[in-house]
Structures are given as C-alpha cells and as structure tokens.
C-alpha cells in the first residue's frame, strides 16, 4: 500500500482522533493525541485504524455507507492490546470533553 499523506489538525478534538480522506489520500490526526501525556500506543492505533480505511474503502450495503464493517474490525482486532488501547482512547475522550 502506497504510504498516504501525514498532517496534524490545527484544533483539540474530545472524540475524533483521526480521519482518512481518500480522495486526497491524506490521513489527519488530531493534535490532542500530540502531547507527552499521551501513550504512544493511542497514536498508534489511530494512525492504524485509519490506514485499515484506507485499506478497506466504504462499501455499501442496503443503501447504506458501512465503514466499520466486519473485515474492517477483525483487522482491527489484530492489534496488539487493542480492548485496552480503545478504552484509553474513550478515557481521553470523556476527559477532553468534560476537563476531567
């Protein structure tokens, strides 16, 4: 797989922390995964989820965009830790949305 253009968005997010865009190409991460405070593993799995986007693509099924669908996730899966991994992720984005 072609490796995808990298940037850093210009705002703090509370929930999402990265995004693919296909037609650029182009996966963006949020800055408020850019601090010391945040374990490198959160980082990494967003930029591996994202890249699994670009891998997989959108399907539609029944007139719906699926985005997340069942190849996606058990790739997903695949990640090392990725239960633990995706609950710090929703721990950082309850304490960006609430200040705690």
Known sequence: MAQPVLCWNQTLT???F????PSRDTIMISV?????????S???????H????KKHGVAT???RRVVHGPAF??????????EEVEDQLNQLARHYATGR
């Open 73 to 82: 996730r058990a790739d997903e899966r695949l990640f090392q830790d990725w």
């Open 18 to 21: 990265g995004h693919y865009q």
């Open 32 to 40: 408020s995964l850019d601090s010391p405070d945040v374990p490198t």
């Open 50 to 53: 994202e890249l699994l986007h």
């Open 61 to 63: 099924v029944n007139g």
């Open 42 to 48: 959160l980082l990494d799995f967003v930029m591996y």
């Open 14 to 16: 509370s929930s999402k």
